[in-house]
């Protein structure tokens, strides 16, 4: 009986273990990031939840049972209830794996090692439980599972240590072979960093600038320093004309200790808010490292350093700067009036499936732009893509023409068929304050009935109530439904949305895939838009797209 129940024990602990390991590699085995998880609601649900109290009700059985009871009627009954427990735990990883809804990690190098570790260390303690009495055997059984977070991340921050030695070993090669590739070809380093914008700006840069230069830039994911560096030693070469590499950090010094490999000479600035405040700790720590000043600090002599005028932030960081020396500093803006930038727009045109503006700078230069992206805020973006392309020797010409090239899904949202006639705004890459209200705009241009379906942002801090009510007041100016699929802060966006809400119009919490969906099926007609903003549910976007 306990060796059947050990295989039970041990076949449906393996959800658990990969679970956890997943959820580590997704917060970047980042302490912090991990922590804040369980702020959330469906992070206290991992802890606070039926099965985890029927276990600790049961393993207060066991332990209240004096070890002569092992073979008496209440223990029993209770193995039965643990046995019948891991049972139906066992069948819901099976139907899981069937539907491939298992969380499990990423298997790098690092994952390997920790997942092997992991599970030669859950067969000893396996193989020691069995060994014992069956008194015991239950209880372990129940505290290991109870424990298992704990247990993960123990393993986890043990080796930490040893993988950052390593994490140090790749940094030092890849700095090596990034000064060798500059002194042999020349190439010219530029660095992205902010809270938004990033992944939209080196994508848009990257295409613009390979139309003249051979040109390396940083994959999707790929912005901490370990990922930088594995570019960096893995794709490099002397034929590289411009590497462009995207910076995120969660910690004050990152971006610094990222800037230390690349000694970059071009910094972007693209914008700042107030999205990881809660990782940060405070918005100094924040401005330091995603606000740029870690990075404008970083740049070499006689650098030139570039952020967006349409940011508080970014145009105080410009006065702050102490570096570059003797370099550039220059500002892109959608207007002059209220700074004085380098480059800004005229005539903006948005449409369903581009946007149109004039570029014009204090050269007195001007050219029209045509670009198949969504949105008025990539206009921002776009701006200073081409900034530093013509600072690097392309004519607005020649940059214009470039921008032909670039596609919808670079600038982080695209229009997909849905079914039943609907536009499906796909905006689930991710999700911060300000994509959030821009992406509000875009859905503002369709005409029938406008759905959001999207989660309560985290990571914002003690700015989060304001912040959401904000949002919340924008979606109940454009939308007529609201689908909350998280229950952190709605109760503030759903305060923000009834101060300023369409009449008949709704802010619904739905936290599971097929009731989303049929809330939107329901509520939606033919040719209604439903924006997908941030990490919505995977299933979703498959029950509502063709």
């Not at 069948?91 to 092997?116: C, E, G, N, Y």
């Not at 570029?359 to 732009?369: C, D, R, S, T, V």
């Not at 849905?418 to 890459?429: C, H, V």
Request: charged share 20%; with cysteine.
């Amino acid at each position: 009986m306990f060796i059947l129940l050990g295989g039970l024990w041990f076949v449906r602990g393996i959800k658990q273990i990969l679970f956890w390991l997943f959820l580590w590699q997704l917060k970047d085995y980042h302490l912090p990031r991990f922590v804040d998880h369980f702020r959330t609601h469906k992070g206290k649900r991992l802890v606070f939840n039926y099965i985890n109290a029927i276990k600790i009700f049961l393993l207060l059985i066991f332990v209240s049972l004096p070890a002569q009871a092992a073979q008496g009627l209440v223990f029993s009954y209770a193995v039965s209830a643990l046995f019948v427990i891991y049972l139906a735990e066992l069948i819901l990883f099976f139907k899981s794996i069937l539907k491939k809804k298992a969380k499990r990690p990423v298997f790098t190098l690092k994952m390997a090692f920790l997942s092997a570790i992991t599970f030669v260390s859950v067969i000893a303690l396996l193989l020691w439980i069995l060994s014992l009495n069956d008194f015991f055997q239950p209880i372990l059984f129940l505290a290991f599972d109870i424990l298992t977070p704990v247990v993960i991340s123990a393993i986890v921050l043990l080796f930490q240590p040893a993988f950052v030695l390593l994490r140090n070993n790749i940094l030092k090669r890849a700095a090596l072979k990034l000064e060798k590739v500059k002194s042999v070809g020349g190439t010219k380093v530029i660095a992205i960093t902010g809270s938004y914008g990033k992944t939209s700006t080196k994508e848009f840069l990257t295409t613009i600038l390979s139309a003249k230069y051979r040109v390396l830039s940083t994959k999707e994911h790929q912005n901490s320093e370990i990922g930088v560096a594995k570019c960096i030693l893995s794709e490099l070469k002397p034929s590289h004309r411009v590497f462009i590499a995207e910076v995120g950090a969660y910690d004050k010094g990152k971006v610094k200790e990222v800037c230390r490999m690349l000694k970059p000479k071009i910094g972007i600035i693209t914008g700042v808010n107030e999205q990881h405040l809660a990782l940060f700790g405070s918005m100094e720590n924040l401005l330091s490292a995603e606000g740029g000043l870690e990075l404008a600090e970083s740049l070499v002599e006689g650098g030139i350093l570039v952020a967006n005028g349409d940011n508080k932030y970014c145009v105080d960081l410009l006065k702050r700067a102490q570096k570059p020396s003797r370099g550039l500093r220059l500002l892109y803006s959608l207007s002059n009036k209220t700074v004085d930038p380098e480059i800004w727009s005229d005539s903006i045109t948005v449409e369903k499936d581009h946007i149109s503006f004039l570029a014009l700078n204090k050269a007195g230069e001007m050219a029209p732009f045509v670009v198949k992206v969504l949105g008025k805020h990539n206009v921002q973006n776009l701006l200073g893509a081409i900034l530093l392309a013509h600072k690097l020797g392309m004519s607005f010409g020649e940059i214009a023409e470039a921008v032909k090239k670039i596609r919808p899904e670079q600038g982080g949202m695209v229009v997909k068929k849905g079914k039943q006639s609907l536009d499906i705004i796909d905006s689930s890459y991710s999700a911060n304050p300000d994509g959030v209200l821009a992406d509000l705009d875009y859905l503002d241009l369709f005409k029938n009935k406008k759905i959001i379906v999207m989660p309560c942002l985290i990571e914002l801090g003690e700015k989060s109530a304001a912040i959401h009510q904000k949002i919340g007041r924008k979606i109940g100016q454009v939308c007529d439904l609201a689908i909350v699929t998280t229950k952190d802060s709605f109760n503030d966006l759903e305060k923000g949305f009834n101060e300023t809400k369409k009449p008949n119009a709704r802010c619904l919490l739905c936290d599971n895939a097929q009731d989303a969906y049929s809330a939107v099926t329901l509520f939606a007609e033919a040719g209604s838009a439903v924006l997908l903003e941030g990490r919505v549910p995977d299933a979703l976007i498959n029950l509502l797209c063709e």
